[in-house]
């Protein structure tokens, strides 16, 4: 007995001891948790497993068997807690937590699931040990649990509709902005201004209150609790010996904070693991039932174990999905062997399979077309206006084109008129002979598909049909090569559409700030131009910044996802100016759950009616990349957020 309660109590304050040490030496500085220290951390917390499970086979009286129990236990805790991760980057992403403050969540997230683990363990045991027949509950628990999770394709874990964290929003008050790495703070002088249930439990200045990261922290633990009613009856189908259970689910658990950091970034890819999990809890679940009849060895229930997990990372890996492509460049860029461009071009390619020709014909109404029912000088001079290469030819404004005209073989129809005068006209009959046989596209066509067309064809024009047949645009080459490497200019662009203004240029280093603070989108602008010097603004700051208000108090430019563009027009401004700010811990926006983490500060002269939507659009399309957003988010320097802007914008948009 006293070997008994040394074991147990050996184990727990080395665990603890483990603990406290990574709390209090290595994670005392609050810092983002690179990869190489998360795999380092990994494995060492694996390589402590292993080491116990060798000293199981050497002193436990079982020997053999007992290491393999703990060993499949280990294991199929350890897949079974990957879910967790699943749920981790749904709670974080909901709440908005800082990077830097997840190690603290993780840390004592996983503390409590330790300890709420314990109670599970030890009140299973003694139900089993008391009541035999509770091993047919559990093993139907287990396979109802596993054709759950064959049905659902994804966990439908809510954060938002949590109640417990309503519960605890009930009754105690919670701070509306993230206080360093605190769980607890006290409330400003502004009273209820500070609180965010909105219910005025007590939002009085100097009041504890608990801060989002609590929340979250509650919203972790309730979550496991989910887990570990899966979890804890799986173990009981692999062994009885209360030490086994205990120290295989610990061991699980303590490397699942590390693994979080290692994988997360890429663990959507393996989308087949869900159904490995339900197969593994289905056949535990089979192991408990027929536990009585015959025991299935732990031996064949690790192999087949091994054998899902092999085979569903295999499957994944051989068969991802659409965003998993650009899951698997990703990875290459951030090491540096991928340059960011070429990573956006992979992306543009990734998704050329979703597009249609309709997303990118120019429509009906916007095309300019030769007409042979208008006198040679009228089509001469809307071909001096435009000037393209290539234009429709049409019988009338409202016929499908009979052909495509090359500008180029228009030489070939001028006829001299005599010395010193000009060459005479082509005549309607003349242009119809030149035209070119163009391709015909249905709208719903795929862009790729058309692509191969032009290829094939060697045309670089069609003209678009709907399903009736009817002529409702056309579509060029180029316009499909721009879906790939975004605008393709050429000399007489600027003519046509006027100066062209780059976002990039309107932004500088010093118009970039990091760690925007406020309790309002309000707050925020006027933090972003306390920490921009007054020569980086060709306006005084206080005339900018009062325009820019009045224009936000107006109408609201928070568009959602993360992202507000403030914006006016000044008639003393000669160029468009653009601000950048981010803001790690997100600014509240008013009577709603979200926050603003990036913001767009545009300024364009009060003269240039145009520029304006045109940047606001480009701002807008820019944020549609996932990866120049993530390049944004995670920019360690001013440069780097220029690098996205001036890629993203030459690649990403048109």
């Not at 840390?107 to 683990?117: E, S």
């Not at 024009?461 to 409702?472: C, F, N, Q």
Request: proline share 5%; with cysteine.
């Amino acid at each position: 007995m006293n070997e008994t309660i040394a074991l147990w109590g050996g184990f727990t304050l080395f665990i603890v001891a483990m603990l406290a040490l990574d709390l209090g030496v290595f994670q005392r500085r609050p810092h983002v948790i690179s990869m190489k220290e998360a795999l380092a951390w990994f494995g060492v917390w694996t390589g402590l497993a292993l080491l116990f499970n060798l000293g199981i086979l050497l002193f436990h009286e079982r020997g053999g068997q007992a290491a393999l129990e703990f060993f499949t236990g280990f294991l199929v805790e350890k897949s079974l807690s990957i879910d967790n991760i699943f749920v981790f980057l749904l709670i974080f992403s909901f709440f908005h937590v800082p990077q830097v403050y997840q190690h603290k969540v993780l840390f004592w997230g996983i503390v409590g699931a330790i300890i709420l683990r314990v109670a599970f363990i030890l009140g299973g045991l003694a139900l089993l040990e008391r009541f035999h027949w509770t091993i047919y509950l559990f093993g139907g628990f287990l396979l109802f649990t596993g054709i759950s999770m064959m049905r659902k394709k994804e966990s439908k874990f809510e954060p938002g509709n949590n109640r417990i964290i309503r519960l605890f929003r009930r009754f105690f008050p919670v701070a509306e902005r993230y206080d360093g790495n605190r769980f607890f703070t006290r409330l400003p002088a502004d009273g209820d201004a500070g609180t965010g249930n909105g219910n005025g439990a007590g939002g009085k200045a100097g009041r504890l209150a608990a801060t989002p990261l609590f929340v979250v922290l509650l919203a972790v633990e309730s979550s496991d609790i989910i887990f570990a009613v899966d979890s804890i009856p799986a173990i009981f189908a692999i062994t009885g010996d209360p030490f086994i259970v205990y120290t295989s689910n610990i061991f699980a658990m303590l490397g699942l904070r590390a693994l979080y950091f290692a994988v997360s970034g890429f663990m959507r890819m393996f989308h087949f693991l869900h159904y490995g999990f339900a197969s593994i809890i289905l056949i535990l679940g089979v192991k408990m039932l027929l536990a009585d009849v015959y025991k299935v060895p732990v031996g064949i229930s690790l192999v087949l174990i091994v054998v899902i997990l092999l085979v569903c990372v295999i499957v994944s890996l051989l068969r991802p999905r659409h965003d998993d492509l650009k899951m698997l460049f990703e990875r290459p860029e951030r090491l540096g062997l991928l340059p960011f461009r070429r990573l956006l071009l992979i992306e543009n390619i990734v998704d050329l399979g979703d597009i249609r020709v309709r997303d990118s014909m120019r429509r009906r109404s916007g095309v300019r077309s030769v007409r042979l029912d208008l006198p040679w000088a009228d089509n001469l001079a809307m071909i001096r206006e435009t000037r393209f290469s290539r234009y429709p030819l049409v019988e009338n404004p409202g016929a499908r084109p009979v052909g495509s005209l090359h500008v180029k073989d228009l030489f070939q129809c001028f006829t001299a008129a005599g010395p010193g005068q000009p060459p005479l006209p082509p005549a309607a009959g003349e242009l119809r002979t030149l035209a070119r046989p163009c391709l015909e596209l249905a709208e719903d066509s795929p862009l790729e598909d058309a692509l191969a067309r032009f290829q094939r064809s060697y045309n670089h024009l069609a003209v678009v049909l709907d399903a009736r047949g009817e002529w409702t645009g056309i579509l060029t080459i180029e316009d499909v090569l721009e879906e790939l490497v975004g605008k393709i200019g050429d000399e007489f662009d600027t003519a046509r559409s006027g100066r062209f203004v780059s976002m990039a240029d309107a932004i500088t280093p010093g118009r970039v700030v990091f760690g925007v603070r406020g309790t309002s989108l309000r707050d925020a602008v006027k933090d972003i131009f306390a920490h921009v010097a007054d020569a980086e603004l060709p306006l005084p700051g206080r005339e900018i910044l009062t325009a820019v208000l009045e224009r936000e108090d107006a109408m609201p430019t928070w568009l959602g996802k993360g992202l507000a563009i403030p914006h006016c027009r000044l008639d003393s401004l000669e160029n468009p100016v653009l601000l950048f700010g981010r803001s790690d811990e997100g600014v509240p926006v008013e009577n709603s759950g979200e926050r603003v983490e990036l913001i767009f500060l545009l300024l364009t002269p009060g003269g240039m009616a145009r520029l304006q939507p045109r940047l606001l659009a480009d701002i807008v399309g820019l944020i549609e990349s996932d990866y120049v957003t993530e390049r944004l988010h995670k920019a360690d320097n001013p440069a780097e957020v220029i690098e996205a802007i001036r890629d993203g914008q030459q690649i990403v948009l048109d």
